[in-house]
């Protein structure tokens, strides 16, 4: 995840606010191998039919899921393991009928909770439930600020009216919300007006997700924008983050973002390396690493998008054995947290500690999880400087020639 306006402008909103001020006192890791953060797909179970759902969530009767007694004890878990934020999800994870009760038992335990919806589902109700059980944070995905966008992705009309009303159902409560963007041809040319409707309605965070092609995101490959598509929006998103200083604005699943952003956003060759250091911290890939994906079944992957690749499942063995002593993909698991990929070019990638890419869609496009990720912008933002496209200064030139060198251009096509 890159906070594109803490690189840009130096500061940032809701992110330092989830963390806490022991973590802004600190400066520590918020997570690591340790204490990782744990994302949980709760339920199949939705009431859309997004176009790009990782997940493959359904509309009426479940698939196999968790009882509630499993599900608590993976509350039980996540308390044992530190976990720093639980981030629930779904399918739609307020369609759940014990979801107030996995909740609860989380926030008994002082686990930090956000909620990942589509908002549809929040009334006012909704909303000072949340409230009383106290979630940090609330994510609603909205694809566009054109409501007819919106729900051509979302796969049912209306659905982008009652995504906004949910919105203003749970900052009405005061529970920090931010909107959620999958970024795809369909919406990437006015994708960065998602953050004027933000700064709009008082809204205090935009994430901009990559579309990975995983679930049903396999079928809309076609949908993915080429790495130069990606590159010039987000050259438009360190301009609107400048304009738009009070909404934090930030890009998840394309790793090198935080590299371009730093270099892009920078003065000096100084003030990049500082920008980096950052970057480390909380824009390299943490599949496996820093993070781990609970699904509905209790399978338990590197990652939410990874989910081809099991290290387990939480109905067989503890979350903790799981996750400390993977006994399923262990090589995979090993790699990861080794950042070992082998003979790809990223190896030879002097920003590879910043950076990572990422491995799903490598894995899917390239038919090989190590190899370059085909979307990496920094490879792109080379190529654009190469043609003309984008005028660098000097101390920024020396760079990419470095990388060029380091790199091997002629094995990147």
Known sequence: MINITNLVVGSGTVSLSIKGHDYVKSDREFTDISRPLIFWNITYRCNLKCIHCYINAIQGLSRDELTTEEALRVVDDAHELRTPLLIISGGEPLIREDITEVMRRANEYGIKISLSTNGTLITRDWALKLKELNVQYVGISIDSPIPEIHDRIRGITGAWDLAIKGIKNVMEVGIPVGIRTTVTKLNIDHAPEVVELAHKLGISRVAFYHLVPSGRGRGIINLLPSPEQLLRFLMRLIDVAKRYPDVEVLTVDNPADGIVASLLASSDEGEFMSKLRLVGRMGACSAGRKVVSIYPNGDVYPCQFFNDRPMGNVRKERLTEIW????????????????????????????????????????????????????????????????????LKPWQVRIMREFEESMNISLIK
Request: with cysteine; charged share 25%; net charge positive.
């Open 324 to 391: 400390l002593r993977p006994r399923v993909n262990t090589e995979l698991v090993i790699r990861l947290r080794e950042r070992n990929y082998g003979d790809s070019p990223c190896m030879r990638c002097p920003y590879l500690r910043y950076c990572g890419g990422c491995r799903v869609r490598a894995g899917v496009l390239n038919n090989d999880v190590w190899s370059m990720d085909p979307l990496c912008t920094m490879n792109s933002l080379l190529r654009l400087w190469r043609l003309g496209e984008v005028d």
